[in-house]
């Protein structure tokens, strides 16, 4: 039977699955679920993709410097982001692995097709030139020397015969398209930028590779393998169906296709902007542009982590599944859509995010939940009032003020405006908070008539109330979902309409239930401690699943003693003298150690090591009073990135061994006299 709801569908990029996800590779996740949330409070049936790209040069040296095969290294990995996606609640409808052979037969397919019916799209020839293995970015077409647009790193040198797609016949159709579909690249400035890079020519480009093996074989030339650009592109399409463009392609795809918004990264803007559509062009020159032409190419901006891009290889990195376990789920939805304008770049602080979560979490929404709900079960029997007088002016100001807002947030959420949306219904919280104030219905009434007003006043904050709950649904669903049951409402707040919530839609009569606290006030110093506890745990050992080191292996481990550790679950693969060679060890003397206020576990050291004098943080405090330590031989990382914890510097990292079930650290030294600085090998 014909689906009478229009369609909506939405697709994240598919994340590399060299290393485990970050915060910022949740934050495009996330985004995206609040829009298939949201679209489906307004009556969209919403197809909702997403999943991982398992191939390429890169995942082929990250599971080599493991010692295990890339399949299995891409196996554990997208296990690990689905995990995460259930944990963050994410309502995807659909997941894509590029390494599923519905995957490849799609990839092949549409080569196989773009060829029969645009026979110049395609030709082989020979390439030489620089090529970033992180970014998948052909970087220069000469041989010369080149670091990455993208990361900034090294381009390695490429020398082999390709296939090639002749992307330079297709700037006119490009510039025309950005000219029909003025909405296609957004924000606009990055559709400006796109459009110069149009203009400025277009260069043919390689979609083939012949050095690498894992990849997907090209049709009929199986020397060569898909640029994984071009395979993982095609991702959208076999994610929902797509087999051969024809009468295989299945009715999913065929509901579906194409996509209404592609949520992206500014930094892959390109390759979705300019080479996607083109590539889509090419296969689909008889079809009208409408069916087959994302709608949207939505590009947002990056979480920085102290002024930079977080990002494993850079040992900056913030994890999602400590602060979900330490705060929930709707706190890092709520604060990264809050706290970052959609679009632009933002800081990701957890202090800032602790801080949001007892201010707007829970002193704000929850406290007058429980509040607006214990009162009317101490007063009112827990039965939203029947009103039997018309309320004074001043209350139906109130609602009519309150029963606005709706619309006005909605028109937020359209534009992808969070933290507007946001804004506005917090501003409500404080609205209502506000009036409680002015009302004071916790006043014991004196006669009828005061008993009647003080039923009007929780009316009124109860519609509220019913109002702003699924409103904030798409952002936070856990607690509203609670708040919801509380009031008293049957099912899915997830199956309300966004579009048709009306003042009064909260029966009188309506039985509530028990007021239950949504959210807990966090104690920030205990609550930060916990979350860094986790996140050492999950740097130290890859944490209960295995998790892979980035492509380049910049050492991230942190630069403290392993407090807590717990046993990795795989034997490490064997390394050579190289590898080790690698890691700077010397022996150190504590010149002194003093206690960092506000972390329990941390010792700030001051270590000599020969030709200078190191800060080092270790988290060994709960094993060793600093005056002890002083004197210590130790042995020291000196070779390790610096990492910042508490604002402080950590420049090495103390060796211990990690000892008995709560892997308490015992500091290694040596039985004789070594100088400071004396080289540990
Ligand atoms: N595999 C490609 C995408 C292919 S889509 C056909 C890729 N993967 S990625 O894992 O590097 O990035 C996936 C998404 O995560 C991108 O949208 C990227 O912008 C996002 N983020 C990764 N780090 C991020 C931040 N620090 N901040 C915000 N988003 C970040 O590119």
Not at 65 to 88: E, H, M, T
């Amino acid at each position: 039977m014909n689906n009478p709801k229009p369609k909506y569908y939405l697709t994240t990029p598919i994340y590399y699955a060299n290393s485990r996800p970050h915060v910022g590779s949740a934050y495009t996740t996330i985004v995206c679920d609040v829009i298939a949330r949201y679209k489906r409070m307004c009556g969209f049936d919403v197809a909702y993709l997403t999943g991982t790209d398992e191939h390429g040069v890169n995942i082929e040296r990250a599971a080599e410097k493991l010692g295990i095969s890339p399949a299995d290294l891409v196996d554990r990995n997208q296990q690990i982001f689905r995990d995460l996606w259930k944990l963050l609640g994410i309502s995807y409808t659909d997941f894509v692995r590029t390494t599923e052979p519905r995957h490849a037969v799609a990839v092949q397919n549409l080569v196989r097709r773009t060829q029969r019916v645009s026979p110049d799209a395609i030709f082989k020839r020979k390439y030489e030139g620089r090529y970033c293995i992180y970014d998948n970015l052909y970087v220069s077409d000469t041989p010369e020397p080149a670091d990455c647009q993208i990361c900034g790193r090294p381009a390695e040198l490429i020398s082999e015969e390709n296939y090639f797609f002749r992307l330079s016949a297709y700037q006119e159709k490009l510039l025309q398209l950005y000219k029909d579909q003025p909405d296609f690249v957004q924000p606009d400035f990055r559709l400006n930028e796109v459009k110069s890079f149009v203009e400025s020519g277009l260069k043919d480009l390689s979609i083939s590779r012949k050095t690498i093996k894992w990849g997907i074989p090209w049709p009929g030339d199986p020397e060569h393998v898909f640029y994984v650009w071009y395979d993982a592109l095609t991702s959208y399409m076999s994610g929902i169906g797509f087999v051969d463009g024809e009468k295989k392609d299945s009715d999913r795809f065929k509901r579906f296709w194409p996509a209404d918004v592609h949520m992206i990264g500014k930094e892959i803007i390109r390759f979705h902007a300019v080479y996607w559509p083109a590539f889509l062009m090419a296969a689909f020159p008889d079809k009208k542009s409408s069916d087959y032409m994302p709608g949207r190419i939505q590009a947002h901006g990056w979480l920085l982590f102290e002024q930079e891009k977080m990002s494993k290889s850079k040992g900056n990195v913030a994890y999602a599944e400590p602060i979900v376990k330490a705060l929930g789920n709707d706190a890092l939805r709520y604060y990264l859509l809050r706290e970052v304008v959609f679009g632009q770049d933002g800081n990701f602080s957890k202090d800032a995010l602790i801080t949001r979560y007892n201010a707007d979490l829970a002193n704000g929404l929850g406290n007058l939940a429980s509040r607006v709900l214990a009162m009317v079960q101490q007063n009112l029997d827990g039965v939203v009032p029947v009103l039997d007088s018309v309320p004074d002016p001043g209350l139906m100001g109130f609602g009519d003020e309150v029963s606005t807002s709706p619309v006005l947030v909605r028109a937020k959420y359209e534009k992808f405006d969070f933290a507007g949306a946001l804004s506005d219904i917090w501003n409500l919280v404080a609205r209502v908070d506000l009036f409680l104030a002015e009302r004071r219905p916790w006043v014991q009434p004196n006669n009828e008539n005061e008993k009647k007003s003080r039923g009007v006043i929780l009316y009124n904050a109860l519609q509220a109330l019913y109002l702003i709950t699924p409103m904030a649904h798409p952002v936070i669903p856990d607690a509203t979902q609670k708040i919801w049951e509380q009031l008293g409402q049957p099912g899915k707040l997830a199956d309300v309409r966004i579009d048709q919530l009306q003042w009064g839609g909260l029966k009188p009569g309506t039985r509530i239930g028990k007021p239950e606290g949504v959210f807990p006030r966090a104690d920030k110093k205990e609550t930060l401690e916990r979350i860094e506890a986790m996140e050492n745990e999950i740097r130290n050992t890859g944490s209960t699943q295995p998790a892979a080191p980035s492509a380049d292996s910049a050492p991230t481990a942190p630069i403290i003693a392993a407090i807590g550790a717990v046993a990795a679950p795989v034997t490490p693969a064997k390394i050579g003298i190289e590898d080790f060679a690698k890691v700077e060890l010397r022996a150190g003397i504590v010149k002194s150690a003093e206690r960092i206020q506000g972390a329990d576990k941390l010792l700030k050291l001051l270590v000599d090591i020969g030709d200078e004098v190191r800060q080092v943080l270790a988290g060994i405090a709960l094993s060793y009073a600093p005056e002890d330590l002083v004197g210590r031989k130790v042995v020291i990382v000196t070779n390790l990135a610096p990492r910042k914890m508490r604002g402080l510097e950590s420049n090495g990292m103390l060796l211990a061994a990690s000892v008995g079930p709560d892997g308490k650290p015992v500091l290694c030294t040596f039985a004789e006299d070594v100088p400071a600085g004396a080289k540990v090998k």
